[in-house]
């Protein structure tokens, strides 16, 4: 079931056209800046994959692809929920070398998402994907990428402002990260849920990366889903700004630096995914026949949402909602795309 919350006097910054405008200026500013920091160079992704390349992402394991079958080739095809693997793949078939790295503009359909302010079963993101060396998976450098990513972020962000004095009003973004693990957030906040000790620890300290997801904490569950076959446990973690607008944590980037064989085959026994093993593209990785890799998914709808201080996702992108939510926001006054 949808859920929509209008905060009390909320009414759009922007009106309809300079919205558009700042949506293609968000797109252009943040790729050329992420691409420049990162060395990262464009490639054309795919909308869908064959069923049984094992490419497609699994998010939790649970949510139904959207599948469908070619009537020319006898295949089965899924529309991708990400390309967390498929870039991965992609860095060897390219022969990228080290330090180097690409991004695609990433279109899914996850048709079992919960709409609400944040969610919509449209997702568009830019994924992005850097070969790296064995001795560059630790923390160290995983945080390194992080404060790039989120300088990025905000110098976009201060340019935007420059370019639209409309939005001066709203409170700038902080490019200082704060860094702790999913462990330690529970530690300081045990008797909340995963949610809640994101919002208390991100009011109260801004722009965070939150580490180490997948693997279960001392109270005995994960403080959310991971795939087991694409970050490793250890070394990924969420990017989470502050979201004055909503009064909430945001996240706007899971990202981490992938798995090893080694991690893979562990991940894939803690989730009883073993079968998986036998999939080209997991065969591959635990033969050794991929790059060392680093990359993650950043949310473009997501990020025009957070520097536009708009409510709801569909102010931005242009998606299908329920009767509900559409009359929640038409009383409100504020226009779904």
């Not at 009414?11 to 300079?18: C, G, I």
């Not at 899914?108 to 992005?128: G, M, T």
């Not at 591959?284 to 950043?298: C, D, F, Q, V």
Request: hydrophobic residues 35%; charged residues 25%.
């Amino acid at each position: 079931m949808s859920k929509v919350t209008i905060p009390e006097s909320y009414h759009p910054v922007l009106n309809l056209y300079d919205t558009q405008r700042a949506i293609g200026t968000v797109k252009r500013l943040f790729a050329d800046t992420l691409c420049a920091t990162l060395d990262l160079h464009r490639v054309s992704a795919p909308l869908f994959l064959e069923a049984s390349t094992g490419l497609n992402d699994d998010l939790n394991g649970t949510e139904r692809k959207v599948t469908f079958d070619l009537r020319d080739t006898g295949t089965e095809a899924q529309v991708v929920q990400s390309l967390a693997k498929w870039k991965r793949q992609a860095l060897k078939d390219y022969d990228f070398h080290v330090g180097k790295g690409l991004y695609c503009d990433m279109n899914a359909i996850r048709r079992d998402e919960e709409l609400d302010n944040l969610h919509s079963v449209y997702v568009d993101q830019w994924d992005w994907e850097k070969v790296i060396r064995e001795e560059d998976r630790n923390l160290d450098y995983l945080k390194s990428v992080v404060r790039t990513i989120v300088a990025s972020v905000c110098a976009t962000e201060m340019n935007l402002h420059a370019m639209f004095p409309q939005l001066s009003g709203l409170p700038l973004h902080s490019p200082e990260v704060s860094f702790l693990t999913t462990q330690e957030l529970e530690d300081l906040y045990p008797a909340l849920t995963p949610k809640q000790r994101e919002d208390a620890y991100v009011k109260a300290h801004g722009t965070t990366f939150l580490m180490q997801i997948g693997w279960p904490l001392k109270s005995g569950k994960p403080h959310d889903g991971r795939a087991p076959d694409y970050d490793d446990w250890k070394l990924n973690g969420d990017i989470l700004f502050w979201n004055d607008t909503l009064q909430c944590s945001y996240e706007l980037s899971s990202m981490g630096i992938r798995v090893s064989p080694e991690s893979l085959a562990q991940q894939l026994a803690a989730a009883g995914c073993e079968s998986r093993s036998s999939l080209p593209f997991h065969k591959a990785l635990l033969a050794g026949e991929l790059p060392y890799t680093i990359g993650g998914g950043i949310g473009q709808s997501r990020l025009c949402m957070l520097l536009l201080g708009s409510c709801h996702i569909g102010e931005v992108q242009a998606s299908v909602w329920d009767e509900k939510t559409k009359a929640a926001c038409k009383a409100a006054g504020i226009p779904l795309l």
